[in-house]
C-alpha cells in the first residue's frame, strides 16, 4: 500500500519536474501562458490564505508565496518569477503584515518584505543557472547524438571481448543491417575467416595500449549477403571513463577496392597487349638483320638494325607511361631483396656503352656494398640518368659515374661535361613531362618522363635525387639511398631536394 | 635433333619462335592453347617455352602441373612473359628459368642453347 502511494507520489513528482524545469517546454510556451499562471498561483494562494487563515498559518505569511515564486520560476522562467516576487510583496503587505488590508510599512514590516525579496531573489537566480545548464547539456548532447547519427561512418563501440554495447544508425547504411540487428547478432561470425586473424591479432595489439589507434581493412558478409570491404579505424577507449569500450569506426570502402583493382588489372593488361606485338616485330627484326648479314647484305642489316634500336626507345616509353600511371594511381610496386649495388652499375653501364660510340662511361666505385631495395628499379634510375648525360653532352667523350659511402647512405653521381642546366630549369626538371630546351630552342626528343620516375623511385625507396650545374659546363646527377632503407625509418621517403653549388 | 615446345596464344610470337628456333638448328612444336601444353609433353620436347598469360589455363597453373608429374618434371621449363612479376611466378611454379618479352633473340638462343642440350 505504502509502495504504491510511493511509486504513484515518485512518478508524479517526476512528471511534475519534467513539466516545470523542462528546457524545451519553457520555450514553446507562450508569452501571456507563461505570465497569466504566476498571476493565476499569486490570486489562488492569497484566496486560500484569507478564507483558510488558522489552517495555514498565519504566524508564517510568507511560506506558501514561496512555493508561488518558485513554480513560477519553473514554468515560466526569470521573468515571471520576478513579477510574482514584487506582486507577492505587495499582496503579502497589503493583507498580512500590516493592520489588516492597508499600506502601512513600519520599521519591522519593511525588513521582513526586504527579506522575503531578497529569498526569492535567490531562489530565482538558481533556478535560472538549473534551466541554463540543462539546456547545455541538453545542447552538447544534441550535437554528439547529430554529429553521431549522421556521420557517414558508422560508430559501435564493443567491450574487451568484442561484445557490441552500441552501434550507431549509419550501421545500416554500411553493411545494411540496423544497430539493433546489429546488436543482437553475432557481429563477429559475419567477418571472412581469412581477415579473422589479422582482425584478432589487432584487437589484441590495441588492448595492450589504451589510446592507441590502428586501421585495418577487412571483408564482411553484408546483410544483402554480398561481400564488402570494411576499413575501420579501432581505438582503445577501455580507460574512458565515458566509454569504457574499443571504438571502431567503420566505412564500406567496396567501390574503392574494386576501382583500384580494375585499374591494376587494366594496368596489367594494357603492359601485356602493347608489349605482345612489339615482341615479334623486335624478333623478325632480328631475324631479318641475322639473314641479311649470312648473305652479306650488309646495307639491309643496317637498316633492320635501326629498326630494332628505334623498337627499343618505343619499348622503353611504353614502360615510361606505364610506370606513370603507376606512380600516379599509387600501384608502383617494389619487389625488394638485397643486391650488390657496384654489380648492377656495372652491368647498367656496360648495356649503355653498347649504345654509344662517341662517349666512354668511367665508372669510379666505392668498395662494394650490398643494398636492399628494388634492383630492377634502381638500375632504371642509374640507366635513366646516364643516357640523359649522353644525350645532353653530344659535343663530350666522357660520362663518370661515381659513387661514395657516407654513414649508413650510398650516393651516387652522372657527371657530364655537357649543356648543364639554367637556373631557372634547375626545379623543374624533376617535374612530370618537363622537357629542357637546347641552344636555339632546339628541343631534345623525349616525353619527359624519365627524371619524374628517377625521382619517385628514389623516393620511394627512401632515398633522395639532385642536381648540381652550371650552364655550359655540365650536369651532376646524384641519388643517395641507405643501405637499407627498412631500417631507417627517419630518412624515409624524404622530398627531393635541389642543392645548388653556383 | 633436339626438340623445343612453344606454348603462347600470341599467333605472331608463336610464328617468330618457330622461325627463330628452327632457323636456330631445332625442331619446334608451337600450341596456341594452353590445355594442350601438358598433352604435347608425349613428345617429349627437350625443353618449353611457356607464356604465363595464356588463354584458357595460365602458364603458372601449368607449369606446377608438369612439375609435379613425375613422367615430365625433367623437362625444363622457361617462363616467357611481358610481366614484370614473371620472375616471381617462375620461382613459385618451379619453372627452370625466365625471360621478358620483349627480348633479344641472343638472349632467347642462348636459353634454348642452355637447356636443350
Redesign the interface.
Given at each position: 500500500m505504502l509502495k504504491t502511494a510511493l511509486k504513484y507520489y515518485l512518478s508524479f513528482a517526476k512528471k511534475v519536474n519534467r513539466y516545470l524545469w523542462s528546457d524545451t517546454a519553457m520555450l514553446t510556451r507562450k508569452w501571456y501562458i507563461k505570465y497569466s499562471f504566476p498571476i493565476i498561483l499569486l490570486a489562488g494562494v492569497t484566496y486560500l490564505k484569507l478564507h483558510y487563515d488558522l489552517l495555514l498559518g498565519r504566524e508564517t505569511p510568507f511560506l506558501l508565496y514561496f512555493a508561488v515564486v518558485i513554480l513560477s520560476t519553473g514554468f515560466g522562467g526569470i521573468g515571471p518569477g520576478m513579477l510574482v516576487t514584487f506582486a507577492s510583496a505587495v499582496v503579502c503587505n497589503y493583507y498580512f503584515l500590516t493592520p489588516f488590508q492597508s499600506f502601512n510599512i513600519n520599521h519591522t514590516h519593511s525588513i521582513q518584505v526586504l527579506t522575503y525579496m531578497l529569498e526569492s531573489l535567490l531562489v530565482i537566480s538558481l533556478s535560472g543557472a538549473v534551466t541554463r545548464a540543462n539546456r547545455h547539456v541538453r545542447r552538447s548532447g544534441e550535437k554528439f547524438k547529430a554529429l553521431l547519427e549522421n556521420s557517414s561512418d558508422a560508430i559501435m563501440v564493443t567491450n574487451e571481448k568484442g561484445d557490441v554495447l552500441y552501434a550507431s544508425p549509419a550501421t545500416e547504411r554500411v553493411i545494411g543491417y540496423t544497430s539493433g540487428e546489429f546488436k543482437k547478432m553475432n557481429a563477429l561470425a559475419n567477418i571472412h575467416k581469412d581477415d579473422r586473424e589479422m582482425l584478432g591479432k589487432t584487437y589484441a595489439f590495441l588492448l595492450q595500449t589504451p589510446g592507441r589507434s590502428q586501421t585495418i581493412l577487412h571483408r564482411y558478409l553484408l546483410k544483402n549477403g554480398s561481400w564488402g570491404w570494411i576499413e575501420s579505424t579501432i581505438t582503445n577507449l577501455v580507460d574512458h571513463p565515458g566509454i569504457k569500450g574499443m571504438v571502431s569506426n567503420f566505412r564500406n570502402v567496396t567501390e574503392k577496392i574494386l576501382l583500384e583493382k580494375q585499374k591494376d588489372d587494366f594496368i596489367?593488361v594494357a603492359?601485356?597487349e602493347l608489349?605482345?606485338?612489339?615482341?615479334?616485330i623486335?624478333?623478325?627484326a632480328?631475324?631479318l638483320s641475322?639473314?641479311f648479314r649470312k648473305e652479306g647484305n650488309i646495307a639491309s642489316a643496317t637498316m633492320v638494325e635501326k629498326m630494332d634500336a628505334q623498337?627499343n626507345k618505343l619499348?622503353g616509353l611504353i614502360g615510361d607511361l606505364l610506370d606513370v600511371t603507376k606512380i600516379e594511381g599509387g600501384s608502383l610496386q617494389f619487389?625488394e631483396s638485397f643486391y650488390d649495388f657496384n654489380e648492377l652499375a656495372a652491368e647498367v653501364i656496360e648495356e649503355l656503352q653498347h649504345t654509344t660510340t662517341t662517349h666512354k662511361i668511367i665508372m669510379k666505385l666505392d668498395e662494394n656494398t650490398n643494398v636492399f631495395g628494388d634492383r630492377?628499379r634502381i638500375g632504371q634510375v642509374l640507366a635513366n640518368l646516364i643516357s640523359n648525360a649522353i644525350k645532353y653532352s653530344p659535343a663530350s667523350k666522357t660520362i663518370n659515374v661515381v659513387s661514395k659511402l657516407h654513414k649508413n647512405m650510398l650516393t651516387l653521381c652522372v657527371e657530364d661535361q655537357g649543356l648543364g642546366i639554367s637556373e631557372k630549369d634547375r626545379y623543374k626538371i624533376f617535374q612530370r613531362f618537363y622537357r629542357v630546351s637546347g641552344p636555339d630552342s632546339h628541343t631534345f626528343p623525349g616525353i619527359g618522363l624519365g627524371l619524374y620516375i628517377s625521382s619517385e623511385i628514389i623516393k620511394r625507396q627512401g632515398g633522395r635525387i639532385w642536381v648540381e650545374s652550371k650552364e655550359g659546363a655540365g650536369s651532376t646527377f646524384c641519388f643517395e639511398l641507405p643501405y637499407n632503407y627498412k631500417d631507417n625509418p627517419g630518412i624515409n621517403i624524404s622530398e627531393t631536394t635541389i642543392t645548388d653549388i653556383i | 635433333m633436339k626438340t623445343i615446345l612453344v606454348a603462347d596464344d600470341?599467333e605472331?610470337?608463336v610464328?617468330?619462335?618457330r622461325?627463330?628456333l628452327e632457323?636456330d638448328g631445332y625442331n619446334v612444336i608451337t600450341t596456341m592453347d594452353g590445355k594442350d601444353v601438358k598433352a604435347l609433353c608425349v613428345k617429349k620436347p627437350d625443353m618449353i617455352f611457356l607464356d604465363i598469360?595464356m588463354s584458357g589455363i595460365d602458364g603458372k597453373a601449368i607449369c606446377i602441373d608438369i612439375k609435379k608429374d613425375p613422367v615430365t618434371s625433367q623437362i625444363p621449363i622457361v617462363m616467357f612473359?611481358?610481366?614484370?612479376?614473371t620472375?616471381?611466378i617462375s620461382l613459385e611454379c618451379g619453372a627452370d628459368d625466365f625471360i621478358l618479352?620483349?627480348?633479344?633473340?641472343k638472349d632467347?638462343l642462348a636459353l634454348a642453347h642452355k637447356y636443350a642440350r
Open positions: 596489367g603492359t601485356h608489349k605482345t606485338p612489339v615482341t615479334s623486335k624478333a623478325y632480328q631475324i641475322n639473314r623498337l619499348i619487389q630492377e | 600470341d605472331a610470337i610464328e617468330v619462335m622461325i627463330l632457323d598469360w612473359s611481358a610481366n614484370r612479376d620472375e616471381e618479352k620483349p627480348f633479344e633473340i632467347l
